[in-house]
């Protein structure tokens, strides 16, 4: 059973920094692209980042130096480093696996964003 945790989020100031984390509890990350996506309120799901399983990156372009997105395959865990956040950052952050080569997506829990003004 292919589980995603995410963990990292909370309070921050504006202008302030947070590195989320998505850890898997099995080695699906090392075929899959993984993605972060937020979902604030009233809105729709978002993609904000995300890494292939070759290393490749793409971004929202909001977050677009700002944010990086990563990946240690030794430790099955992608990361998102978020600096100079502000108010509009808020939001729950969610962790997706596409692992297109057995045709499955998973999704982690969500981890919440609050960036205060």
């Known amino acids: 059973q292919v589980q995603l945790v995410e963990s990292g989020g909370g309070l921050v100031q504006a202008g302030g920094s947070l590195r989320l984390s998505c850890a898997e509890s099995g080695s699906i990350f090392r075929i899959a692209a993984v993605g972060w996506y937020r979902q604030a309120p009233g809105k729709q799901r978002e993609l904000v980042a995300a890494?292939?399983?070759?290393?490749?990156?793409n971004y929202a372009d909001s977050v677009k130096g700002l944010f990086t997105i990563s990946r240690d395959n030794a430790k099955n865990t992608v990361y998102l480093q978020m600096n100079s956040l502000n108010p509009e950052a808020t939001a729950v952050y969610y962790c997706n696996a596409d692992a297109r080569l057995i045709q499955r997506i998973y999704w982690g829990q969500g981890t919440q964003v609050t960036v205060s003004s």
């Open positions: 890494i292939t399983s070759g290393g490749s990156t």
